[in-house]
């Protein structure tokens, strides 16, 4: 299992545009590019997450990134103040270790911490081994996410 190595957690990102910061970003986003394909690339699209005040925490061994998660606060007249969870992923050889339920976990800590109401994430109905994590770490299926794609004319 990882060990933690700094405070409550091994990696955080900042606001602040720090070499660590960005090395971390970077590690991250190669851990999530395995399972999920960017459009953009990796430092180009932690640029804008940054602007979006986008925060990243992950789990490491031995300076390899095995588990991140990057998420935002959004305030919304619905639902309030809330922590939104853009990504969440797991090196494939170490799926099914905990590792992402543990990110999860802390994710949920950050929110309360942070005085937001909930998380909320969207997930691919394909997705059966992340929604089982989702539910037994207490989350409810209580909307559908609908997308419109602008097209160019």
């Known amino acids: 299992m990882p060990r933690r190595q700094e405070s409550r957690w091994p990696g ?5 545009g720090t070499r660590r910061t960005y090395a971390g970003a970077g590690r991250c986003s190669a851990s999530c590019a395995l399972t999920s394909p960017r459009r953009t690339s990796s430092s180009g699209c932690w640029k804008v997450q940054q602007d979006e005040a986008y925060r ?23 639902r309030g103040r809330a922590v939104y969870l853009d990504d969440l992923c797991a090196l494939t050889e170490h799926q099914g270790a905990g590792l992402g339920r543990a990110v999860l976990g802390f994710v949920q800590d950050e929110a ?18 992340a929604h089982r994590t989702y539910l037994r770490s207490g989350f409810e299926l209580s909307l559908h996410h609908l997308e419109w794609k602008a097209t160019e004319a």
């Open 56 to 78: 990243i925490v992950f789990l490491e061994q031995d300076g390899e990134v095995w588990a991140a998660a990057g998420f935002r606060i959004v305030h919304s007249m619905a």
């Open 12 to 16: 955080r990102s900042t606001q602040r």
């Open 112 to 129: 309360r911490r942070l005085g937001c109401g909930a998380v909320h994430l969207d997930t691919g109905y394909h997705r059966r081994r």
